[in-house]
């Protein structure tokens, strides 16, 4: 079999050379070309599995060659290589498609893994007709659907950095796993963090890793995320909740595309594609000071995003078919009347997390597996209504004792309801969030919603608080704070 061929455009020779010489070490075949009319004829004559193109040439931007190669229906990967701390070219080259960037100077075994990750594009099986590709968990052929898997395959053939946006439980880990599966790291390790759940404390070493000794406890040298997502996909969940301070270091971790472990005096090359996902608005973040403008512009090089389901209701059918098929078994449960109309008139504000939960409570009380409407135990609310108002401020604070408060709640806030007539709750899980939002709830009233001080009330974090707050849809007034 013939070695795969490679192009190579740079009006440097000498950059061109050691480029050259790289990668005939690697065993490929490579051309050359000082010019974008060079490179144009040899792209019109051959298939590359790779372009590598320098930023500025003699007779134009090697951005013209990126739009080109990727909007044609070649699909051959074309990397950039932008002149040290152009940070900005880099990100243009990605939004224009190129499939990643290296910076001058070139270090060559950065090169020699951005050229192995390419090769591995041209190995990778050619997604299905219908574009779902095989094993994939992504139930759903509405327009919406349609245009999503399109964008994810596309995306895949990629090292850019996305940032998927969405409603809770729209489907953004499910789609960046999907990226990952279709993508030349599908291989290695997807690594999905919810930066909203670690402690602050200990952000740096679960991110980057520690030595053995570099802190009281660090018994053994430990692998941070990163180091563990190597050749793979690192998902940062809700990554608004990041710190500041970590912001930091994370830019710094992505643009060096090098970490250093706590203790450790060399920093280490890691190659991870970076998904990033929240349900906030990242650039209402930045505005607000919360979120660095230049970590924003890093990680939102590409945006998917994810339509509610109630935004493509024809899908709830198969979605439906596809949970209960997973939790009851093929052809062990059905939807008696009037059930798929009473879904598809719900407005689904927690989408398809949601959907499974209603699904799995409505098996638990089914009768021989029909589901029936009175199973489903809908809540009222509409997306808009989510938001919980506090109680008015007159109304009497009773001291917040978590113990205590798993018996029904005082008059002061209504009890959580879902009790039966033996005093047990009919939902255990639904019954204790509507707990914890009453307690949190009544912690921030009582603290004039200064979430630092309610979170000392309750024993817990601010961290925790917030991401609390968050599961539970609670939003108090001065959601700045
Ligand atoms: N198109 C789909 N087909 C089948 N299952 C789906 C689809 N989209 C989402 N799901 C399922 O819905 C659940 C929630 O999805 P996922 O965790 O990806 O959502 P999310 O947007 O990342 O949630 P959160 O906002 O809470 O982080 C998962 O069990 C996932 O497998």
């Known amino acids: 079999m013939a070695a795969p061929r490679i192009l190579v455009v740079d009006d440097e020779a000498d950059l061109r050379e050691l480029l050259e010489i790289t990668l005939l070490k690697m065993g490929l075949d490579v051309d050359s070309a000082a010019t974008l009319r060079q490179a144009?004829?040899?792209?019109?004559?051959?298939?590359?599995?790779?372009?590598?193109?320098?930023?500025?040439?003699?007779?134009?931007?090697?951005?013209?060659?990126?739009?080109?190669?990727?909007?044609?229906?070649?699909?051959?990967?074309?990397?950039?290589?932008?002149?040290?701390?152009?940070?900005?070219?880099?990100?243009v080259a990605l939004k224009a498609g190129a499939f990643d960037y290296i910076s001058k100077p070139v270090a060559l075994d950065a090169l020699r893994v951005m050229v192995r990750s390419a090769l591995k594009l041209s190995e990778a099986p050619p997604?299905?007709?219908?574009?779902?590709?095989?094993?994939?968990?992504?139930?759903?052929?509405?327009?919406?659907?349609?245009?999503?898997?399109?964008?994810?395959?596309r995306l895949a053939r990629s090292n850019a950095p996305i940032s998927i946006t969405g409603e809770s439980g729209s489907g953004k880990e499910l789609a960046a796993r999907e990226i990952h599966a279709q993508s030349s790291r599908a291989l290695r390790s997807f690594v999905a963090v919810n930066c909203g759940a670690i402690p602050e404390t200990l952000m740096e070493a679960e991110f980057f890793g520690y030595r053995k000794g570099a802190f009281t406890g660090a018994a053994d040298d430990r692998d941070g995320f990163f180091q563990a997502a190597n050749g793979g996909t690192l998902m940062l969940d809700e990554v608004a909740d990041l710190p500041l301070p970590m912001q930091v270091k994370l830019l710094r971790a992505i643009q060096e595309r090098r970490v250093r472990k706590?203790?450790?005096t060399n920093e280490e090359p890691v190659d991870v594609r970076i998904i990033s996902a929240t349900h906030q608005d990242l650039a209402r973040c930045v505005e607000q000071g919360k979120f660095r403008?230049?970590?924003?512009?890093?990680?939102?090089?590409?945006?998917?995003?994810?339509?509610?389901?109630?935004?493509?209701?024809?899908?709830?059918?198969?979605?439906?078919?596809?949970?209960?098929?997973?939790?009851?078994?093929?052809?062990?449960?059905?939807?008696?009347?009037?059930?798929?109309?009473?879904?598809?008139?719900?407005?689904?504000?927690?989408?398809?997390?949601?959907?499974?939960?209603v699904l799995e409570?409505?098996?638990?009380?089914?009768?021989?597996?029909?589901?029936?409407?009175?199973?489903?135990?809908?809540?009222a609310a509409r997306p808009g209504d989510a938001v919980r108002e506090p109680a008015?401020?007159?109304?009497?604070?009773?001291?917040?004792?978590?113990?205590?408060?798993?018996?029904?709640?005082?008059?002061?806030?209504?009890?959580?309801?879902?009790?039966?007539?033996?005093?047990?709750?009919?939902?255990?899980?639904?019954?204790?969030?509507?707990?914890?939002?009453?307690?949190?709830?009544?912690?921030?009233?009582?603290?004039?919603?200064?979430?630092?001080?309610?979170?000392?009330?309750?024993?817990?974090?601010?961290?925790?608080?917030?991401?609390?707050?968050?599961?539970?849809?609670?939003?108090?007034?001065?959601?700045?704070?």
């Open 392 to 481: 008015p401020a007159a109304a009497p604070v009773p001291p917040v004792e978590i113990a205590v408060e798993l018996e029904p709640a005082p008059a002061a806030d209504p009890a959580p309801p879902g009790l039966g007539p033996a005093g047990l709750p009919s939902n255990l899980p639904e019954y204790l969030s509507q707990v914890e939002r009453d307690i949190i709830g009544r912690a921030l009233q009582q603290t004039n919603f200064n979430r630092t001080q309610a979170a000392a009330l309750l024993g817990i974090s601010v961290r925790q608080l917030r991401y609390q707050m968050q599961k539970l849809e609670i939003v108090a007034p001065d959601d700045s704070a």
């Open 361 to 379: 409570r409505a098996l638990a009380f089914a009768n021989d597996g029909v589901i029936e409407v009175g199973d489903l135990s809908l809540k």
């Open 127 to 153: 997604a299905a007709q219908d574009g779902a590709a095989p094993g994939s968990r992504m139930i759903g052929s509405s327009p919406a659907m349609q245009s999503l898997r399109a964008q994810i395959g």
């Open 40 to 91: 144009r004829a040899l792209v019109e004559e051959h298939d590359y599995a790779l372009i590598l193109t320098d930023m500025r040439l003699p007779d134009g931007l090697g951005l013209e060659l990126v739009r080109e190669v990727s909007s044609s229906n070649k699909a051959t990967p074309i990397a950039v290589i932008t002149a040290y701390g152009s940070a900005e070219n880099a990100v």
């Open 293 to 357: 403008q230049d970590l924003f512009y890093r990680l939102n090089v590409i945006e998917l995003s994810l339509p509610p389901l109630r935004e493509r209701i024809d899908d709830l059918a198969p979605l439906v078919d596809a949970i209960l098929a997973r939790l009851a078994g093929p052809g062990q449960a059905t939807l008696g009347a009037g059930v798929l109309d009473a879904l598809r008139a719900y407005s689904f504000p927690g989408n398809i997390r949601e959907l499974e939960n």
């Open 262 to 264: 706590i203790g450790a």
